[in-house]
Structure formats: structure tokens, C-alpha cells
């Protein structure tokens, strides 16, 4: 038996399907509903000690995908407090795991714990130096998870790149509307910078392929070939048809400005994600095509592009929806109507 938790999160989601596709006996938790029907499924709080031991019983291997991530409504003040939530988490499930005795823990961590590049893509041996409150969490969380390893557990450590797919925006809202609107995109600084990717069927297979291959390791994942942010933007710019054009931004000024809308409480990014936002920002992946046998399929263009359709489609579905139902509502007698 599998547990995966944030079953019914962006990665669990696609976890439990590819899982289930290939026949294996799978769990979920997940504090909202079960991903798919059929499915064995606990809906449960990872806070809560009880839930996460009945969620493990009968388990052989667990893997903990669940998380609080950046998003829309994350506060401004207090994100250390806000992401520790992530470390008691992981207390909690791999503590249960332990005493049930699952013999083999895979981990979603992020490549957030390695902080600002230093020159070179980073390698799984590069000292964690995370810069915000999200990585220091996935650090944490990351020791936690390895030192059951003295209790007898297999403990694999994997750590995505930005994880891009269908239902998960953040950022990219911003990007795709200012696209489909024909609007200026702006960059920080030319845009010869990488900024890796991977897509999350790609890291949902780096998943599997980890379960198939118990290891007491950590793994990179991301895209083979991340091209320029100017290249990659440009390419959906294109695909698009749109009358966008990339105006870029000289990084000291924007970064500064960054800092100032940040300290006004309306910047459209953390300073753990801007302090990254025009730096060369890639995972070595050697490792894990080596040693685990993963590679990702999807290249960074393919992905956005993907992800970029399914934003658009979405607001059309959302339109057709409003006009219907406003139509029903004209045809509708009023209720105040005597």
C-alpha cells in the first residue's frame, strides 16, 4: 500500500493516477475530498497526530507531497509563522510512519532550500542556504524526514525545480493575462537568464520512479534543456498570436521597486521568489537520469504553453457559465414580483 499525501493537491493528484494506471494499491490524505472516485482516501489534517496514524496504517512506503505553498492569499507579515505549519506537517506523518513501521519515505522537498545560485547549476551536494521562510521549512522538514533513517526507514529526498500544470497558476496569472491581453511583458534585466521548470507529470513520475527504487538519496528534478527567459516567453508570445512585447527592466531599479511595493504589502512577488527572478536559476540533473533512471519529458516551452492554454480555456468556460446563468436569471420570474 502507497499513502500519498496532498492527494488531491496539483503533484498528488497526478501521483494518484499515475499510481493507480499501473495497478499499485494507493491511499490518499488529503484535508478535501478524494481526488477520484474509488480511490482509498482519508480526508484528514496532517495537524492532527491521530489522522495521520490512521492514514499509515497498513502502509508500505509513504509519500509526503503535501504542503503550504506561495499563493494569492499568503500574508505579508508573519510567513515564518505561516510556513512552519509545513514542518509540523511533516513531524507529524513521518512520526506515524516511523512507529508503523513503513519502510520507505519519499519526500517532496524544493529547490528552494538551496537559495541564490552561486555560478553553477546546483547539485544535490551544494549546502542548503535557503533565503526566505518556505525554503528553511523544506530544510527542516528535510532533516526530519532523514533522521528516521537511524530508526531503520529508506528516506528519498526529491527536489523540484518550479513545478508548473493544469490548476496551478500563482505568478503565471499575472504573465498569461498580460499575454492574452496583448499587454507589455515586463522582464528583469535582457532575459538571458534560465529559469528552470519542470512539469508536474514529470515529477510525479520522479515519484514513482522512486518508489520502484528505494534509495536513501536525494534527487534533483528539472527540464533537460531550460532555454532564456526571453527565448521561452517569446515562444508563447508567438504561439499565441498576441501583440505582447517583452520591455526589459533594469534589474537594480526593479529590484528596488520590488522591495517597495513588498514593504507596502502589495508586491506581486515574495522576496524568496524576486530575489531569484533574474538569475540564472538551474538544477543539475545528472543524478537523478544516473541513479534513479529519471529524466523529464516536457521541455519548458511545451509546459508553459500548455499551461498558458488551459488558463485561456478556463476563462472562456468561466464566461459561457456567467452568460448562461444570466440568461436564466432574465427568463426567471423576479421574486419580489407580486
Not at 34 to 49: C, E, K, T, W
Not at 75 to 95: A, C, K, Q
Not at 200 to 214: I, K, L, T
Request: proline share 6%.
Amino acid at each position: 500500500m502507497i499513502l500519498v499525501t496532498g492527494s488531491s493537491g496539483l503533484v498528488g493528484r497526478e501521483l494518484v493516477r499515475q499510481l493507480l494506471d499501473a495497478g499499485d494499491a494507493v491511499r490518499g490524505l488529503d484535508i478535501a475530498d478524494a481526488p477520484r472516485a474509488g480511490l482509498d482516501h482519508v480526508r484528514g489534517d496532517l495537524l492532527d497526530p491521530a489522522a495521520c496514524r490512521e492514514a499509515v496504517t497498513g502502509a508500505d512506503v509513504v509519500i509526503h507531497a503535501a504542503a503550504l505553498q506561495h499563493h494569492s492569499g499568503l500574508p505579508r507579515w508573519g510567513r515564518r509563522r505561516f510556513f512552519s505549519t509545513n514542518i509540523d506537517m511533516t513531524r507529524n506523518i513521518v512520526e506515524a510512519a516511523a512507529s508503523s513501521g513503513v519502510r520507505h519515505l519519499v519526500f517532496l522537498s524544493s529547490d528552494m532550500v538551496y537559495g541564490v545560485p552561486r555560478g553553477a547549476p546546483f547539485v544535490e551536494s551544494d549546502p542548503p542556504r535557503p533565503i526566505g521562510p518556505y525554503g528553511w521549512t523544506k530544510v527542516e522538514s528535510e532533516r526530519i524526514c532523514e533522521s528516521t533513517r537511524a530508526r531503520g526507514m529508506c528516506v528519498t529526498v526529491l527536489r523540484p525545480r518550479l513545478i508548473v500544470g493544469p490548476g496551478r497558476l500563482g505568478v503565471l496569472q499575472k504573465l498569461f493575462d498580460r499575454i492574452r491581453t496583448n499587454r507589455a511583458v515586463p522582464m528583469l534585466g535582457p532575459g538571458d537568464h534560465r529559469y528552470q521548470m519542470v512539469s508536474v507529470a514529470d515529477v510525479a513520475a520522479a515519484c514513482v520512479a522512486a518508489v520502484r527504487r528505494p534509495m536513501n538519496d536525494t534527487f534533483n528534478l528539472g527540464s533537460a534543456h531550460p532555454p532564456s527567459v526571453r527565448e521561452l516567453l517569446t515562444h508563447v508570445i508567438r504561439q499565441a498570436g498576441s501583440g505582447s512585447r517583452l520591455v526589459s527592466l533594469p534589474r537594480a531599479a526593479a529590484r528596488a521597486a520590488l522591495w517597495t511595493l513588498h514593504a507596502f504589502r502589495v508586491s506581486p512577488l515574495a522576496p524568496e521568489q524576486f530575489r531569484i527572478a533574474d538569475i540564472d536559476y538551474v538544477l543539475n540533473t545528472t543524478k537523478a537520469r544516473n541513479t534513479l533512471g529519471w529524466q523529464a519529458k516536457l521541455e519548458d516551452a511545451d509546459m508553459l504553453w500548455s499551461a498558458y492554454e488551459t488558463y485561456v480555456a478556463g476563462i472562456s468556460d468561466t464566461r459561457i457559465t456567467s452568460q448562461e446563468d444570466n440568461a436564466t436569471l432574465s427568463a426567471a420570474p423576479s421574486r419580489s414580483a407580486v
